[in-house]
């Protein structure tokens, strides 16, 4: 029995899960369940990604990397990535990001097991940038189906080591004193394997059936898995010099695969290795170079841009994107999740929500939707348009922006319902409206509920020069 007191697979699931990555699971969750169509993908990110300006910065230092080459302009939105590399692509570069930043969270481990997690880690990386590479004549779908697969492969044991404590290090002991073989000594300690939590965890965060077929039938024939089992093998032997694989046999069984003699693998395996340095970095991820490449240096990494830019800097080059986007006849979606973004990044807001009205025109319901619990929201709100006159009301008949600077003020006794209240959580709030061609479609609602920080003269100001933006280029590109 563990000292934790947990067995078998289920246990474990649920308390790695639950309690020691929940931000991995929700948006792992919420990225694999969301619907196929444009708007539905987009907001998924907003939901996902833009409330969380560290992870968004990250991103967009990937997708600008060599290895997604999107090509000298530099991308500068998540809004614009989903349209340069498809959903596919970008919701994995998030959970990749999500991952990196959630395993390498907790600085409260014994030194021994935090070398097992990096150089795990590292090889999970190394894997599935290998494995897209051994199936690269595939579609992009499928390679990245294969990425994902090979770098959640040993998904249960990167999180049981991430968790450190006193269980991590009974069981970190017991592999060193080599006194039986790996498995066995894992189900001793923890009443299931490692594999097993991988599967339970991959089923539960909706991961895909190629990771689990991966995990559970690893000696399936297609080309997806005979790939993800070579770069597993191969990532192993590069990262850890105690790893027993026939290293040999692996370059022979890759050229087979790609049809190629291997001296050429040999050249690909290099770069993949180089792209891996480069690409770690990008994610914020520098610990895990050592163990891909020990003499790898990172100080052509040390200037390139981490978008430490000031808030007015930000604002320009979103409003900017919003205009060339404008000019380029983008999607009316991707104009919307752009001007969300750049409330986000650009004005520091931590929740942006989207208000249409109906056909009808007697109720504002929420159509875009970039915060936490974003579920609650669209489902949980809709706000009559009525002779109330209500804020929402004021706002929509007027086609003038509001500050509820003092919710609690009997100036907004009359002004704000149940739901406004509900929504707000009695916290300040900016709304505007949403104009094209005259007539007012919705309005836009945004707050720091969230971190509770203040609201300011120039949040204000800031707020209404990206919803007028907004307004002008939605007009410009309906006519």
């Not at 991590?168 to 000594?185: C, I, M, V, W, Y």
């Not at 594999?195 to 991961?207: C, E, F, Y």
């Amino acid at each position: 029995m563990s000292k934790d007191g947990i067995k078998g697979t289920e246990a474990w699931v649920e308390k790695i899960g639950k309690y020691e990555l929940p931000a991995l699971a929700a948006t792992v969750r919420n990225l694999e369940k969301m619907a196929s169509n444009d708007t539905a993908s987009l907001a998924s990110l907003g939901q996902s990604v833009l409330h969380d300006q560290g992870l968004t910065s990250r991103i967009l230092r990937v997708v600008n990397s060599v290895t997604y080459g999107v090509g000298r302009n530099r991308v500068t939105t998540v809004s614009r990535a989903a349209v340069i590399l498809g959903y596919n692509t970008l919701k994995h570069i998030c959970i990749t990001a999500k991952m990196i930043d959630s395993m390498l969270r907790n600085r409260d481990i014994n030194k021994q097991v935090h070398d097992r997690l990096l150089r795990l880690m590292a090889k999970s990386f190394h894997a599935a940038m290998l494995a897209r590479t051994l199936i690269g004549e595939h579609d992009e779908d499928t390679r990245e189906e294969v990425y994902i697969a090979a770098l959640l492969h040993e998904l249960g044991e990167i999180a049981f080591w991430s968790m450190g404590g006193p269980i991590t290090e009974e069981l970190d002991e017991r592999l060193s004193e080599r006194r039986g073989s790996k498995d066995q000594l894992v189900h001793e300690v923890l009443g299931t394997s490692f594999d097993q939590i991988s599967v339970g965890l991959a089923s539960s965060w909706n991961m895909g059936e190629m990771l689990i077929r991966s995990i559970e039938d690893p000696g399936r024939r297609t080309p997806e898995m005979r790939a993800i089992e070579l770069a597993t093998n191969y990532s192993d032997a590069l990262t850890d010099p105690e790893a027993r694989v026939d290293v040999a046999s692996c370059l022979s069984d890759m050229a087979e695969l790609m049809g190629i003699p291997v001296a050429g693998i040999k050249r690909r395996l290099k770069r993949c290795t180089e792209e891996s340095v480069e690409l770690a970095v990008s994610y914020g991820a520098e610990a895990l170079t050592e163990y891909l490449d020990p003499k790898a240096d990172l100080s052509r990494f040390e200037n390139e841009d981490i978008h430490h830019k000031s808030d007015e800097m930000m604002q320009l080059k979103m409003l900017r994107e919003l205009t060339q986007l404008s000019a380029e006849k983008a999607d009316l979606n991707l104009l919307v999740n752009t001007a969300i973004e750049g409330l986000h990044r650009g004005v520091g807001m931590d929740r942006v929500i989207v208000l249409m009205v109906n056909q009808q025109k007697d109720r504002l319901t929420p159509r875009f939707v970039s915060c936490q619990n974003a579920e609650k929201i669209e489902t949980g709100f809709v706000f009559p348009l009525s002779a109330a006159q209500t804020v929402f009301d004021d706002v929509y008949k007027d086609q003038a922006p509001l500050w509820v600077e003092e919710p609690n003020a009997e100036a907004w006794r009359q002004k704000l319902t149940p739901a406004i209240r509900g929504l707000s959580e009695g916290m300040s709030f900016f709304t505007g409206p949403l104009v094209v061609n005259g007539k007012c479609l919705g309005l836009i609602y945004s707050d720091r509920a969230e971190t509770e920080r203040p609201l300011k003269r120039d949040d204000f100001a800031a707020f209404n020069h990206f919803v007028g933006q907004l307004s002008l280029c939605l007009s410009l590109a309906i006519r």
